[in-house]
């Protein structure tokens, strides 16, 4: 079982920034994948990015790529998703998730698809304003 906990949320101006965090539970987190989705009102959540256990490996939605970076300090079993030159359109509702536990190499590519994914945290709230 992992527990997680998002933060880092808030209200920012278009271009701006933020970096959020999520904080999971348990001793074995560097096998799980992880992953990042979002939901705006009125849609379905979709995938942001993810990252395998190693950190190697990572994958982006090609409406973030190049403005959203993913990585993870497996010491302090959090991942982090920094947010750079934000759009009105990021505005939603951020979703940590955990692929896992899974054995496999390390150059391994994390999924993209949604349940695949066990866990979840209970998400963290992102306001652009334009």
Do not use: H
């Not at 190697?56 to 079993?77: E, L, M, P, Q, W």
């Not at 920094?82 to 994390?110: F, H, M, W």
Request: aromatic share 10%; proline share 2%.
């Amino acid at each position: 079982q992992v527990q997680l906990v998002e933060s880092g949320g808030g209200l920012v101006q278009a271009g701006g920034s933020l970096r959020l965090s999520c904080a999971a539970s348990g001793r074995t987190f560097s096998s799980y994948v992880m992953g990042w989705f979002r939901q705006a009102v009125g849609k379905e959540r979709e995938f942001v990015a993810a990252i395998n256990g190693s950190g190697i490996r990572t994958s982006y939605a090609d409406s973030v790529k190049g403005r959203f970076t993913i990585c993870r300090d497996n010491a302090k079993n959090t991942v982090y998703l920094q947010l750079n030159s934000l759009k009105p359109e990021d505005t939603a509702v951020y979703y940590c998730a955990a692929d896992g536990p899974r054995s496999g190499s390390i150059y391994d590519i994390p999924s993209r698809t949604e349940n695949r994914y066990d866990y979840w945290g209970q998400g963290t709230q992102v306001t652009v304003s334009s």
